[in-house]
């Protein structure tokens, strides 16, 4: 999906879209998707000048994202909002610059009833930079 058909699902606008390209490799189970860090994203004005790293939240926001994309074009759940019901198990293993690709790994591992769990890995260059285990809720937008 381009970025195009990520905002035909996704509920977030500027400056909180921070997904660039998903490919759904098993629907509703598997995808991959990307965010092209650049010096242009606004957070790196405060974070930190001198030494601009994206911050951990949004990486995890990221991440989250790519998985929202997935549930998203599944239906029941098609124009509905995603929430992040819990994060466990996150570890980061080294800062994402501008310039990298952060290429996040979504696994479903369950959904119920608009209730789940997925696993997340970012990594950039193959070397992992983030993981966790995030449970969701998807919600009907409004409510």
Same mark, same amino acid.
């Given at each position: 999906m381009? +970025? @195009?058909?990520?905002?035909?699902?996704?509920?977030?606008?500027?400056?909180?879209?921070? $997904?660039?390209? $998903?490919? +759904?490799?098993?629907?509703? @189970? @598997?995808?991959?998707? +990307?965010k092209n860090v650049t010096i242009n994203e606004p957070f790196f004005q405060g974070h930190y000048p001198g030494f601009p790293i994206m911050p951990g939240v949004l990486i995890v926001e990221s991440m989250a994202q790519v998985g929202a994309v997935l549930l998203l074009s599944t239906p029941p759940y098609v124009g509905k909002a995603p929430l992040i019901g819990g994060i466990d198990e996150v570890k980061f293993r080294r800062p994402v610059v501008p310039g990298d690709q952060l290429k996040t790994d979504i696994d479903v591992l369950w959904v119920r009833n608009g209730i789940g769990k997925c696993k997340a890995v970012g990594t950039v260059d193959g070397e992992v930079v983030a993981s966790f285990f995030m449970t969701f809720v998807i919600k009907d937008l409004g409510t």
């Open positions: 381009d +970025i @195009k058909e990520i905002l035909d699902l996704l509920p977030h606008r500027y400056p909180m879209i921070l $997904v660039d390209r $998903v490919e +759904i490799t098993e629907p509703g @189970k @598997k995808c991959w998707g +990307i």
